[in-house]
């Protein structure tokens, strides 16, 4: 494809902060793609912005790189969405992209993308799915109900999740919004300090501890299972901002764990609950009790702060992998973790930031590698892809 023009401007992410988003013209038709921001970001994610002293700053300087350095080269000649990825890995040249910044080349990145489907004539995601050799498909969407941690709220454990198998992904969406709302009218009864505030991903924050707040979720499981539902709940314990260096703080609960009480404690929680889903229970770097308590429950262990979407970090595929493709900078790399991740034979889980953008790109990009699940939050602008997939649904169904 060719692309006639490029343009960046600066716009707002769920968060209020500053984020990029990039246009770029093919055949007279703007593509548009913005980048979103983590809280409890990884310590080995890539770097999302050129240094600067703070973020506003960081930005304008993603700005005038991409201004400066990267549309001057891509308005000429001729590229394929792969070619601009790897335009972008040698310019920058550095493996987390501490140069010119991973949020920067992702904008980048998912435009071409974009640029290159409407080129094609085809949907976001089948024009994933034909530029890396995947087959596309439903994925499960795994959304955030109640939280806390570095999200904001009470709760150590960042994030509660559910998700069900349904039939086609409009209904999975649909269900999943009646059993957020049911979640809501249970916590007003079960929590007498409850107000109706939310996390960052627009999770209800409860004064509840963990378990009278998966005993909500059971009750919420009972009921969906009533309807005929297969349901699986799940947790992201984001145990990263947890530990300390020596112990995993559970400040709510006022409990300190040591590595083995953290294993045990969450192994409980796994079976008494019957968890499907079990996310980052251990700091970014603790390998070992990931697999060992991977070998001890049913539940999926997911790595998120641990393998933050590197290849290289899923070493003998143990667990399931999540993927953020700002974690990595560009869809190209992306996708190489999602590729090994299948090959190793693990559980892949397509994944929102806290700080999203109004970009609907990530349900594409979740059903066009053929995702297990998709983790999108429930409500506010998370909205934005859960209806894009009640969109994808219908086509898909065509
Ligand atoms: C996570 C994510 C998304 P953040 O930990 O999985 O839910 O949070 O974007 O803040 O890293
Ligand atoms: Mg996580």
Known sequence: MKINGARARIVLNAKAAPTIEVELNVSGHWARASVPAGTSAGKHEVKPWPPADNIDLAVSKAKRILENEVFPEILQGDWEPREVDEFLEQLDGTPDFRKIGGNTALAVSI???KAFSWDAGIPWYQAVAN???????PVKPLENFIGGGAHGGHTDIQEFLVAVKGTNMAEMVHTLSWAYRQTKELLKRADPHFVGALTLESA???????????NILSAIRTGLEELGYEVVLGVDVAAAELWDGKRYVWKSEGVERTTEEQLQYIRELATEHKLGYIEDPFHDDDFESFKRLQASVDAVVVGDDLFVTDEHRLQEGIGGALIKYNQRGTLLRTVRTVKRARELGMTVTVSHRSGETDDPFLAHFAVGVGADFAKIGAAGIRTVKLNELIRISEELER
């Open 111 to 113: 435009a071409a993308m």
């Open 131 to 137: 530029a890396y050799g995947f087959k596309s498909g």
């Open 204 to 214: 209800f924050v409860t004064e509840l501890g963990t378990e009278d707040i998966l």
